[in-house]
């Protein structure tokens, strides 16, 4: 309040002879330092009083809160309260944003700082002061850019961090060997040396707090892969009803689009977030893009937005599954859904399988021929204007590759003194699952149960085992006789698991037979032969023998000679090797028909 500080009661102040009085506008419950001076011409007194001021008997006093605080950019709201039944409020000292009516502060302040608002209330007895000292605080940042960035190996690269709210200071953990963040300007920066995806911590702090964000920095050796739509291609709302959307791909795209949204609905490029309220129904083909330093990729979304007075939707009660769910590239998928319609409506079904191929049918087949997640929409309609939506994710794997199994080589050679013959079987271009293939003996010049014991055997490899693996052929070797080389054919039959057999699944054992007879044997005829007139001698030294009125045929092992009785026989050539000693011996083996 105004107040006239009048010389004390027995004192008075005068000038030139005239009384002397200063209005100080002062206010109650303030305390003032004052200074009295009196002087004449040659003289001065001095001395400092301190005065309080109180208000009139019966004035308003002020007793809302003496402070105060409200964040720059949201809105303020403060009522000023007094004793005394006041009749009225004032105000000194308000922000440009903040308003006064009726005792009652308000607005949204624009700036940070403190202001000391002189407040008052008036009634009849006079009029009451305080003070609100409004503190206008900065709000906490808020980052605002986008959650993922990309670049390439030892290519500069650059992306600055955005906030609001008058950030101070920046930070980034975690980011890429050879980038580095500028905390003031929030610049990322350098030249990245390794590819790799990394999880960035982003920080913005000013005088009211701090905030973090996460960042994914992708960096690529070489062409970055182009990004794939995967969020559903099918979704519904209802006009006048609030509608959201999430627009996601792979690839960590860095910015998407979207194209065709009806009246009501907006988009965020940064986050891909499709989201308010539709005022208009019908069916929109939005055409969505999600884009990366790979490139762009697109896809159709059918936004349906319904009429709240149009008949009800069919209802989906089971599905839509898909078997098998991953699923193998170039493998069939089955799609199935069960839907009724409330009022018996027969349905339409309309499948959308991610890879622009579609299908009226109510369960489906469809082969993916390329790994990926695909985003699979069914549209289920009544021709009526009701219709449900439902989504689903398929994802594809690739091919699965049992690989080739065939024979390590075309040939393999052996000595039949080894006794063992070991043959290789390959498992080429492919390892994936569990395989089996079959290796067979049989024919070639060698006979088995004389010169090898027959095999069939089963090769087995487990997922993921691409070693070679070795069988083994018991060779029988009979050290007496002097034999020529021999072969065995092999065989590869009946792979299993998907495997199939190469080019090499054939292929043939030679036997490399003895050169020269043991134990001091001299001759040796088998009668093998299946023609001509000769007998060889085995042994290699030369007893062949003349057969005479004699028959070749099959005999209990390997081949005989027949002979009638008259006439027939075998003549060996005179030779002194031949000559039988004392203490000699000889072996001949025949069979006789009764």
Same mark, same amino acid.
């Given at each position: ?19 002397? @009085?200063?209005?100080? !506008?002062? @206010? ?30 019966? #004035? ?51 700036? #940070? ?7 008052? +209330?008036? &009634?009849? *007895? ?18 605002? &850019?986008?959650?993922?960035? %990309? /670049? ?5 690269? *650059? ?57 994914? =920095? ?18 519904? /709302?209802?006009? !006048?009803? *609030? ?5 996601? +791909? ?59 007075? +149009? ?26 859904? =069960?839907?009724? %319609?409330? &009022? ?39 021709? @009526? ?32 003194? %080894? ?116 007998? +060889? ?27 009638? /009785? ?29």
């Amino acid at each position: 309040m105004a107040d006239h500080f009048l010389s004390p009661p027995g004192c008075h102040f005068r000038y030139g002879g005239a009384p002397l @009085q200063k209005s100080l !506008g002062l @206010q109650s419950g303030f305390r003032r330092r004052i200074t009295l001076r009196a002087f004449d011409d040659l003289h001065m007194t001095t001395q400092d009083k301190s005065v309080t001021v109180s208000a009139a008997t019966g #004035a308003p006093v002020i007793t809302s809160a003496a402070a105060a605080s409200v964040m720059v950019g949201t809105p303020f709201n403060y009522v000023i309260t007094a004793s005394g039944n006041p009749s009225g409020f004032g105000e000194n000292g308000l922000p440009a944003e903040l308003t006064f009516s009726n005792g009652v502060i308000a607005g949204t302040p624009a700036f #940070a700082g403190t202001r000391n608002i002189l407040l008052s +209330a008036t &009634n009849a *007895s006079g009029v009451g002061y305080g003070n609100l000292a409004l503190t206008m605080k900065l709000p906490v940042p808020v980052i605002t &850019n986008a959650t993922n960035a %990309d /670049g390439l190996v030892s290519a500069l690269f *650059s992306y600055t961090v955005s906030a609001a709210n008058l950030t101070t200071l920046f930070s980034a953990s975690g980011l890429p060997a050879g980038l580095t963040l500028d905390p003031v300007t929030g610049a990322i920066t350098g030249t990245p040396t390794t590819a790799g995806t990394y999880a960035v911590t982003l920080g913005a702090t000013n005088s009211a707090g701090g905030i973090v964000a996460p960042l994914t =920095i992708v960096i690529s050796s070489g062409a970055a892969p182009l990004p794939t739509i995967t969020s559903p291609l099918v979704a519904v /709302g209802t006009m !006048g009803s *609030s509608f959201t959307y999430a627009i996601a +791909a792979t690839g960590n795209p860095t910015s998407f689009f979207a194209i065709g949204l009806p009246v009501g609905l907006s988009f965020d490029p940064t986050s891909g977030h499709i989201w308010g309220t539709p005022s208009v129904a019908g069916t929109f083909a939005v055409t969505l893009r999600a884009t990366n330093r790979g490139g762009t990729a697109t896809a159709s979304l059918a936004l349906s937005i319904l009429d709240p007075s +149009a008949e009800p939707p069919p209802v989906s009660t089971a599905g839509p599954t898909a078997t098998p769910n991953p699923a193998a590239a170039g493998q069939s998928v089955a799609f199935s859904v =069960i839907a009724s %319609d409330p &009022n018996g409506h027969p349905l339409n079904y309309a499948w959308n399988f991610g890879d622009s191929s579609t299908s009226t049918d109510l369960a489906p087949t469809h082969t993916y021929l390329i790994p990926g997640p695909y985003p699979v929409s069914l549209i289920v309609s009544n021709g @009526q204007g009701g219709l449900a939506a439902t989504s689903m994710v398929v994802v594809v794997t690739s091919a699965p590759v049992p690989g080739v199994l065939q024979f390590s080589n075309a040939t393999f050679v052996t000595d039949k003194s %080894d006794r063992t013959a070991l043959v290789t079987i390959s498992r080429l271009a492919g390892s994936s699952g569990v395989v089996q293939v079959t290796c067979r003996t049989s024919g070639g010049t060698a006979r088995a149960g004389q010169d090898y014991v027959s095999v069939a055997t089963n090769i087995v490899w487990a997922d993921g085992d691409g070693v070679a693996k070795n069988i083994s052929i018991p060779l029988i070797d009979d050290d007496l006789l002097v034999e020529p080389d021999k072969t065995v054919s092999l065989h590869l039959t009946s792979p299993t698991g998907g495997a199939s057999v190469g080019t090499l699944s054939n292929a043939t054992l030679q036997i490399t037979a003895n050169t020269k007879p043991d134990n001091g044997l001299v001759a040796h005829w088998t009668f093998d032969e299946t023609n001509g007139m000769i007998a +060889a001698d085995v042994t290699g030294n030369g007893h062949n023998g003349s057969v005479s009125n004699a028959t070749w045929i099959s005999g209990k092992i390997n081949n005989a000679l027949r002979f009638n /009785g008259t006439g027939a026989g075998v003549t060996i050539s005179t030779n002194s090797s031949l000559d039988m000693k004392a203490g000699d011996q000889f072996t001949i083996t025949f069979w006789m028909a009764a």
